[in-house]
């Protein structure tokens, strides 16, 4: 119960961090379960340890950009959208953030 609500908690902070540049560009949900505690704790983590391409609660990472000047600035944008999609029981998500012309993009498959 107390694991439940520190992840609710988590989740409302970072509902109201999302980018208004920032989107989810496709987002598939699971026809099974997913580890949503294991996601979360996934996405938590991936702020500091970039870890691209290395799979975390069963599923593979990614984070990239284009021209984009900092990375923290990508998970600021999107783990709001990130933590909304795991909530819905996404198993393939990726969210897209835009500074210009410059873009990134993170989620996991």
């Not at 996934?42 to 990375?71: A, E, I, V």
Request: glycine fraction near 10%; charged fraction near 15%.
């Amino acid at each position: 119960m107390k694991f439940t609500a520190v992840f609710a908690a988590i989740a409302a902070y970072a509902v109201t961090q999302v980018s208004a540049n920032a989107s989810i560009v496709r987002q598939y949900n699971a026809l099974g379960a997913t580890d949503q505690a294991a996601l979360h704790s996934c996405l938590d983590n991936y702020r500091w340890d970039n870890w691209d391409g290395q799979d975390c609660g069963g599923r593979g990472w990614f984070k990239g950009s284009h021209k984009y000047k900092n990375p923290l600035n990508c998970y600021d944008a999107c783990a709001g959208l990130l933590v909304q999609a795991i909530n819905q029981g996404a198993s393939d998500v990726e969210c897209d953030d835009f500074e210009g012309s410059a873009k990134c993009w993170m989620g996991f498959h």
